[in-house]
């Protein structure tokens, strides 16, 4: 089976643009999650979503915003893009459990630069 | 609130040595611990979970983790390094009470010399 599918690959915006970063999650997986991961730290969790209901939002600003589709993939949208935002932005996908014993696979993520 | 420690920014170990990566936790009820690796530039790859039971987890590529529920540690493990292993490594936590996401520590670089 396919793994986590995200595209772009890679992106350059400059500030105050907009954008939208897709992913596909393993097929059978219904949840899909978004983390952002700046240079020198861990993952940090922006949102969850579960048969497109969103399950869990991070401490991040109203200029991110997300969705799930039928068919379970998602978009992450960030608005007024500042240099901050520049990051690799993760998706991963899990078959949630009951109990949350669920595992998280990750696609290669989007590398987004803001100029 | 859930946290993790990673207190070694990198490991240098020798090929054929044994390596240890260092994670403790912090969550208000019993815990599910995961590690990952990243490769440059690629996302995160599985290696192990705990979830209950055995204390010493086996995973992918040789790696073992061993839970240690009275010093909240998670100690990743393997008895002999190959140059390939060094990547970047990530330790989670979940909380088993309620609702919640999976938590990072800010990873450990682990350097194989050959």
């Known amino acids: 089976d396919a793994g986590v599918t995200q595209s772009p690959t890679h992106l350059i915006k400059t500030r105050g643009q907009h954008v939208t970063l897709r992913c596909s999650p393993i097929?059978?997986?219904?949840?899909v999650s978004w983390y952002q991961q700046v240079l020198g730290q861990g993952p940090q969790f922006i949102f969850q979503?579960?048969?497109?209901?969103?399950?869990g939002r991070g401490n991040f600003p109203d200029r991110f915003s997300a969705r799930q589709f039928p068919n379970y993939s998602s978009e992450l949208n960030v608005n007024a893009l500042l240099l901050g935002d520049s990051a690799l932005y993760l998706c991963?996908?899990?078959?949630?459990?009951?109990?949350?014993?669920?595992?998280?696979?990750f696609g290669p993520g989007t590398r987004l630069t803001v100029l | 609130a859930q946290s993790v420690a990673q207190p070694e920014d990198q490991v240098n170990v020798a090929e054929g040595n044994p390596l240890t990566v260092k994670c403790t936790y912090s969550?208000?009820?019993?815990?599910?611990l995961f590690w990952y690796v990243q490769y440059p530039n690629r996302g995160l790859q599985f290696l192990l979970k705990?979830?209950?039971?055995?204390?010493l987890v086996k995973g992918s590529y040789g790696f073992e983790a061993e839970f240690n529920k009275s010093q909240t540690s998670f100690h990743l493990k393997k008895p002999s390094a190959l140059v390939s292993d060094s990547a970047l490594y990530f330790c989670?936590?979940?909380?088993?009470?309620?609702?919640?996401?999976?938590?990072f520590g800010k990873g450990t670089m682990l350097l194989v010399s050959p």
């Open positions: 705990y979830i209950t039971g055995d204390n």
């Open positions: 097929s059978g997986h219904k949840s």
């Open positions: 989670a936590v979940r909380d088993v009470v309620g609702y919640s996401t999976l938590t």
């Open positions: 979503y579960y048969e497109k209901e969103e399950r």
């Open positions: 969550v208000s009820g019993n815990p599910y």
């Open positions: 991963a996908s899990s078959r949630p459990t009951s109990g949350g014993q669920d595992t998280q696979y």
